[in-house]
C-alpha cells in the first residue's frame, strides 16, 4: 500500500516562480526523502529530513515536516526549464528497510 | 564509478515466457531494491536485500523470484511472464542501515504481449 500521497498530482508554472509540492503519509516515519525522476530516467535523490526536524534547506529546495500532521512540503524556489520532472515523497518506517513511494508530482517549468 | 546498472534497457516477451532482469552496483552497497513504476502508481517494492545470501518480499512479490549470490548483483526472475507484468523496473541500492539515500539504476522497460 502507497503510503505517500503528493497534491497536487501535476502542477504547471512559468520560470521563475515557486513550486510547492506536498506529502501526506499515513504512519510513523524515521525519516522522509524527496526524489526526482525526469522523463524516462531513474529517481535522483533530492533531500532527506528526519522525524526529529521541521525544516531543512538545500540550494534551492526547502522541505518541511510537520509529524503531527503528517505531512511534509518541498518547495522549489526560482524554477527553471531544468526543473521540469516528477517529483516523489518517500518514508522510512522506525524498523523499515525499504522506502515507500507516493505517486508523484509532475511540475512542469516552461520558459 | 558506474553506480547502479541494469541490464537489459528494454524487452519485449511473450505471454508464459521467461527471463532474468541483471542489477549491477559498484558501490559495495549492502542493500538493494527492486521496484516497479507503473503509470499513476508510483514505485512499488517487488523484492528486497539486506545482505548478499539474503532476499525478502516487498509490497508485489507475486509472479517474481530474486536472488543475490554476489553482493554487487540483484538479479529479477519472471518464471512466467503476464501481461499485467508490463512495467518499467527500477533497481537500488543503499550504503547500509545507517544510511538513507538510495541509489536507482536507469530502469528496464518489459513489455508482455
Known amino acids: 500500500s502507497q503510503q505517500g500521497e503528493e497534491d497536487p498530482q501535476a502542477l504547471s508554472i512559468q520560470e521563475g516562480e515557486n513550486a510547492t509540492m506536498n506529502c501526506s503519509y499515513k504512519t510513523s516515519i524515521n525519516n522522509l526523502q524527496w526524489y526526482r525522476q525526469n522523463s524516462g530516467r531513474g529517481l535522483v535523490h533530492l533531500i532527506l529530513?528526519?522525524?526529529?526536524?521541521r525544516e531543512k534547506h538545500s540550494g534551492r529546495l526547502r522541505v518541511t515536516l510537520d509529524t503531527s500532521k503528517k505531512s511534509s512540503s518541498l518547495l522549489i524556489t526560482a524554477s527553471r526549464a531544468a526543473d521540469t520532472a516528477s517529483y516523489f515523497c518517500?518514508?522510512?518506517?522506525?524498523?523499515?528497510?525499504?522506502?515507500?513511494f507516493g505517486k508523484g508530482t509532475t511540475l512542469s517549468v516552461s520558459s | 564509478n558506474a553506480g547502479v546498472t541494469q541490464t537489459p534497457k528494454f524487452r519485449v516477451l511473450k505471454t508464459g515466457q521467461s527471463m532474468t532482469l541483471l542489477c549491477a552496483q559498484d558501490?559495495?552497497?549492502?542493500?538493494m531494491y527492486w521496484y516497479r513504476q507503473d503509470p499513476g502508481m508510483g514505485l512499488r517494492l517487488i523484492h528486497y536485500s539486506v545482505g548478499e545470501g539474503t532476499t525478502a518480499k516487498g509490497e508485489v512479490p507475486d509472479g517474481y523470484n530474486v536472488s543475490r549470490l554476489k553482493k554487487q548483483n540483484f538479479l529479477l526472475g519472471l518464471e512466467s511472464a503476464a501481461p499485467s507484468q508490463t512495467s518499467v523496473y527500477f533497481c537500488?541500492?543503499?550504503?547500509?542501515?545507517?544510511?538513507?539515500?538510495?541509489?536507482f539504476g536507469p530502469g528496464t522497460r518489459l513489455t508482455v504481449l
Open positions: 537500488a541500492s543503499r550504503q547500509g542501515v545507517s544510511y538513507n539515500e538510495q541509489f
Open positions: 558501490m559495495n552497497h549492502e542493500y
Open positions: 518517500a518514508t522510512h518506517g522506525q524498523a523499515g528497510t525499504a522506502l515507500i
Open positions: 529530513i528526519r522525524s526529529n526536524e
